[in-house]
Each structure stands twice: as structure tokens, then as C-alpha cells.
């Protein structure tokens, strides 16, 4: 009996004709064995047909998503960090980085540590004319745009498209007879602004028009369907906000309203910022964010049909007519994937970075290596006053409710004024190392410049450790000389996103007093709570 209620219930949601009960029904139905078998603090794939979300359960923010034959290609802001990463996906649910898509900006401001909190914003991903299309604004400099004919690159460099501050979250838009449209927002989200462009993405022909205000308007993505063109935008900011589609016959408008998607009885806070993505098979799904501190913006996705000319995204729980986030569903009609997550872990022996780490502002790359010792990454160590305005600091996302990272460091070649180890950076930045001074070692932990504690060492390696529980908002950092018994340096601490950015976890290297010195790490070894069935392996 279970089987045919799912079959049908399954079949139900394929027809474009449901009704929503069926869909209520099935949720319902999926709800149950999750909380019978008390599963918590699940996310994913669950190997069984069915995904909890978030999906990608990490700090992918702003995302958007697009398929091309079939496979699905996502990208993010990453504001001050260097690269914007671009990951695929051959099911909806799991994701890999494929590339990065640029490995600087050319302002003087990106080699001062000077822009925490600008780069990348909202950007938008389309494929048009045999290509992969990126626009996205940066606050202080304009509209920036990039292409390529393979998802994995090579990206050209970016094209300087406007110079001009305060413009956020840019969509590209060719409709059926080639002409081409960017919509955009300005700093402040509003109202929303749709010029013509460029059919080669270069330029924009006029001082555009605005089409829509609304509160808190801005990441507008634009579609076309059925001879209506939709804009589909989040309003209300980031915490409490939601999803509104727009639609009208022409891209000026007028345009009617619908808001498609909010919190309403659920605990997703702020459902809002996506993507709209129609499956091979003609199946919806719609993506969005998630504010959840102190991980950052993770990654949802919401079940979608079109019914009366509209979309319906998720369920209509409240039964007030909008749709509201799933905590379970099943997932897209697709061919099986493997359950996986971003990488994590580096042992440091390729030729590249790999692409899970971004550089903390500009990199100086003459400074940096993967050659000098083999199996190793090594740093020159710049002259800086504190770790915000550290050259050469090198990130990745946190990712998951738990988490334990690793670090191995070499610093045989330090000398005095140098300070290198692991950090945490978030609102505040921890940080555990070694530093040096009067010819003297010491490991320390320092919190936002301020040094909590520190005591003699004489090895010339040590393992740093930071463990993360995303949940209670409890992080420990600690260190080892063999990698087996670990000590706690100070006591547990919460963390605060910062910047628009969730916490992060960073190798670092400075010197307080002049460029001198250089510092080596081995391996990063970062386990977490991934989706099921991949347990901690990355």
C-alpha cells in the first residue's frame, strides 16, 4: 500500500494539472520516516530518492543556476574573496567546483585589503550563442562581464562594461529576435532597471528604464515563456524577505505581481535569490538562499509548476496561496549521481591551487608556491600591521553543522615580526599560529588583533586544528605535535558572518615589521557532516 501511495502521489507531482493537496499529501508522506527515525541536522542527498534541504549546505550566496544539455552549472557571490567559483552538477543535488572565473581586479584598492565587502554581487549565469555568459557589479567599480565556450574555461578577461558605483545584481537577457537587455538594481535593492544592450554583452545602448519599485527590489533574474517575460525578484532583504515574479507582455512593462515564495510557517528565514531551472524531462525546481548564521547563505531548493501563467514554488503549507519552503523532497527526475560535496581537503602536490581556495583580496603571486618544497605550499610573508591587511591570506567556505579542519604547518623559516598559522575569519577573526619575536617562538591565539594567549614552542612543525558546530555556535581551536593528541589554546568562542560572507577558515602568513620570512603547510584536512552516505570524506 505504501508503494502505490507514493507512486501515485509521485505521479500526481509530474502532472502539470495537481492539485495541491496531492502535493501537501506528499510531503506529508516524506516528513514521516525522516522524524520517526529522529534524523537531525541532515542536509542533501539522502540516498534514498529524497534530498533534506539545504542542499549545499555552505556559503554559495546570491545563486544562480542554469542548465545546458544536461548538466546544471551554478555560481555565487564571493564579494572580496578572488575567483568566483562555478560548480556543475549532473542531478540538481550534488556539486562540484569546476573553475574559477577570474583571478583578480585591476584597482589599486584589491592590493590594500581595501574592499572588504565589495567584488562580487548577485552575479547571473546564462548561456547564449554557444557560450557561458557571467555579468556581475562590484559597489565601488561597475558592471563586469566574462564568457566562455567551456563551463571549465578558459574565462575571458573581464570586460569593464560601465564604470559606475552603486549598481548591484545585473542580468543578461537575448530575447527571440536577438536583442539584447541587461535588468539591474541599485545599491540599496531598487527599484528595478532594464536597458538595452549589446548583443556581444560589451556595452549598454541607453541610460535604461525603470520598470518595477518595490521594497527592498533588487536580483532580478529575466525569462521568457508562453510570450510573457518574468522577472523574478527577491524583496524584503535578506533576513525576512521573499520571493515576487513579475510578468508582462512586453519587457518594459507594465507588469502584474505575484509573490511566489516566503517563510510563512516554516523556519527558512528569507527564502529568496535564485533561479528558476526546467529540467530535460520538463520538470521546475527553484533555487534560493537561506541567511543561516553563522554558516553564511546556504543553498536551497524548492519544488515549482506553472499554474494560471505563474509559478508555484514549494508548498502552500498556510494555504494563504504562497508557496512556502520544504524541508524534504524528492529528488529531480534525473539519472542517479554520485553523493558528493565541494572538495575540501589539499594535500598541496598538483601544479594548481585547487579550486576550493580563493585568496582574501588580490593575491601577490609572486609570492606564493607550490614548487619550492614539494608536497608543500609556501608563502613569503609581507610586512602588514594586522591580519585584515595580510597579503597572500588563503580561504575556503566552512561547509556543514560540523566540522573538524586540519592544518599542517612547516615553519622552519621563520624569522622575527612573522605570525602565521589557521584563522577563523568571520565579524571577528581567530586565529591560532606561531609567531616570532627576539628569536623566540610562540604559539598564540589571537582574537581580532588582540593575542588571548601564548606559550614558548621549539618545533619546527606543528598541527592546527578547528573544530565547528554550526548548531550551538561553538568553536575550539587547538594544536598538536603529532597530530594524535590535541590541546586546546584558550576557550571555546561563537563566530558572526561578516561582510555579506559567512565564517571562513584561512592559512595566513605577515610579518609585523618588514617583508621578510616565509612559511610552509602540507596538507588541509577538512572533515564535516556531509550529505548522507559520503560521511566525512570529501
Known amino acids: 500500500m505504501k508503494k502505490i501511495l507514493k507512486c501515485n502521489i509521485i505521479n500526481a507531482m509530474k502532472n502539470k494539472t495537481m492539485k495541491r493537496a496531492s502535493i501537501l499529501l506528499m510531503y506529508i508522506w516524506m516528513l514521516f520516516p525522516i522524524y520517526s527515525q529522529n534524523k ?22 546570491d545563486p544562480d543556476v542554469i542548465r545546458v544539455g ?18 556543475e552538477s549532473n542531478d540538481m543535488i550534488n556539486w562540484k567546483l569546476v573553475a574559477q572565473l577570474y583571478d583578480k581586479f585591476n584597482f589599486p584598492e584589491w592590493e590594500q585589503n581595501s574592499r572588504y565587502a565589495g567584488g ?36 575571458t578577461p573581464l570586460v569593464h562594461v560601465e564604470k559606475v558605483a552603486r549598481w ?59 510570450g510573457y517575460y518574468y522577472l523574478s525578484i527577491p524583496e524584503g532583504g535578506v533576513d525576512k524577505g521573499w520571493q515576487t515574479m513579475l510578468r ?27 533561479a528558476m531551472v526546467e529540467t530535460s524531462k520538463g520538470e521546475w525546481f527553484f533555487y ?91 608563502f613569503k610573508t609581507y610586512q602588514a600591521e594586522n591580519f585584515k591587511k595580510a597579503r597572500n591570506t588563503l580561504t575556503q567556505k566552512t561547509i ?43 604559539i598564540y591565539l589571537e582574537n581580532s588583533d588582540n593575542i588571548v594567549v601564548q606559550q614558548p614552542i621549539k618545533d619546527n612543525a606543528i598541527y592546527l586544528r578547528m573544530e565547528a558546530d554550526v548548531i550551538s555556535n561553538r568553536y575550539q581551536l587547538s594544536y598538536s605535535n603529532n597530530n594524535k593528541d590535541y590541546k586546546t589554546l584558550g576557550n571555546p568562542f561563537s563566530m558572526k558572518g561578516a561582510y555579506w560572507k559567512g565564517v571562513r577558515i584561512a592559512m595566513y602568513g605577515y610579518n609585523l615589521l618588514k617583508d621578510n620570512g616565509c612559511v610552509s603547510f602540507a596538507s588541509f584536512e577538512y572533515e564535516h557532516d556531509g550529505p548522507k552516505a559520503i560521511g566525512n570524506r570529501n
Open 40 to 61: 537531525t541536522n541532515a542536509w542533501g542527498d539522502q540516498g534514498n530518492g529524497t534530498y533534506i534541504n539545504p542542499i549545499l549546505n555552505s556559503d554559495y550566496s
Open 70 to 87: 544536461e548538466k546544471y552549472y551554478m555560481v555565487a557571490s564571493d564579494f572580496h574573496f578572488i575567483g568566483m567559483q562555478i560548480l
Open 120 to 155: 562580487s554581487w548577485a552575479p547571473s549565469l546564462r548561456y547564449h550563442d554557444n557560450k557561458y555568459w557571467v555579468f556581475f557589479c562590484t559597489p565601488q567599480e561597475g558592471l563586469f562581464m566574462t564568457n566562455a565556450e567551456n563551463p571549465k574555461g578558459p574565462w
Open 168 to 226: 548591484e545584481d545585473p542580468c543578461p537577457f537575448w530575447d527571440d529576435d536577438g536583442t539584447a537587455y541587461l535588468g539591474r538594481s541599485i545599491l540599496g535593492a531598487g527599484p528595478i532597471i532594464i536597458h538595452k544592450m549589446s548583443p556581444d554583452g560589451t556595452k549598454l545602448l541607453d541610460e535604461g528604464r525603470t520598470v518595477y519599485t518595490g521594497p527592498i527590489a533588487e536580483g532580478t533574474k529575466i525569462h521568457k515563456k508562453d
Open 248 to 274: 508582462s507582455k512586453s519587457i518594459y512593462g507594465p507588469y502584474e505581481k505575484k509573490v511566489v515564495l516566503e517563510q510563512g510557517s516554516t523556519s527558512i528565514n528569507g527564502p529568496h535569490q535564485g
Open 288 to 378: 534560493h538562499f537561506q541567511q543561516y548564521n553563522p554558516l553564511g547563505r546556504v543553498v536551497h531548493l524548492q519544488p515549482m509548476y506553472w499554474e494560471n501563467g505563474w509559478p508555484v514554488i514549494g508548498i502552500d503549507i498556510d494555504m494563504n496561496g504562497i508557496g512556502e519552503p520544504v524541508y524534504v523532497w524528492r529528488k529531480p527526475d534525473l539519472p542517479e549521481a554520485p553523493i558528493e560535496a565541494p572538495v575540501t581537503n589539499d594535500e598541496f602536490n598538483k601544479d594548481e591551487l585547487g579550486l576550493q581556495w580563493q585568496f582574501n583580496h588580490n593575491p601577490r603571486n609572486e609570492g606564493w608556491s607550490l614548487k619550492r618544497h614539494k608536497g608543500m605550499i609556501t
Open 400 to 442: 556543514g553543522y560540523r566540522g573538524v579542519a586540519t592544518l599542517k604547518m612547516h615553519f622552519k623559516e621563520m624569522v622575527d615580526g612573522q605570525r602565521c598559522g589557521l584563522a577563523c575569519m568571520g565579524r571577528k577573526n581567530w586565529l591560532i599560529g606561531v609567531h616570532q619575536r627576539g628569536n623566540k617562538r610562540y
